[in-house]
């Protein structure tokens, strides 16, 4: 395949392609954001972490076509519920969706033989974003302007 930067094979370019692990990483530090952006009570934020997980999976699935059919199962069984739960601040809903996708995310990396990943929520928020309710939105619309 010719490009600006020269001609590249298809196995160049599928060599470049994230890793499984590339794309784990970044599902689990959404996965971790959307946590504590729930229990901050910024569901807005919760929800885009949660559907920012859920993208990353459709890239994993289109990479690592052999995973397919799990992920499929486990965004409408586990990434839903969580969703839906973000939809009606619902914190208790939450934790117990959340807790079940994890669960079943690590039962489904002992499935695919990487047992030895096993993903736990750290016990600190990240501290790269303000993960409580935006004031903007707790204040009323007056805020914004």
């Known amino acids: ?18 890793s499984t692990g590339d794309l784990m990483a970044l599902i689990g530090t ?8 729930a229990r901050g009570g910024n569901w807005e934020l919760a ?5 920012r997980a859920r993208g ?24 839903a519920p969580v969703l839906a739960a973000t939809d009606r601040k619902d914190a208790g809903t939450f934790e117990r969706a959340f807790a079940a996708a994890t669960d079943d995310a690590n039962a489904l990396h002992a ?3 990487k047992s030895y990943i096993r993903w736990v929520l750290p016990d600190e928020a990240p501290r790269d974003l303000d993960l409580g309710p ?9 805020a914004e302007r």
């Open 1 to 18: 395949m010719r490009t600006s930067h020269g001609e590249l094979s298809l196995e160049e370019i599928a060599e470049a392609l994230p």
């Open 30 to 37: 959404a996965w971790w954001k959307c946590a504590y952006a």
């Open 47 to 51: 929800a885009y972490f949660a559907r």
């Open 56 to 79: 990353i999976q459709r890239r994993l699935a289109v990479v690592r076509p052999k995973y397919g059919a799990d992920i499929a199962r486990f965004e409408a069984e586990r990434i």
């Open 111 to 113: 499935k695919w033989g």
């Open 134 to 142: 935006s004031p903007a939105r707790a204040q009323g619309p007056e």
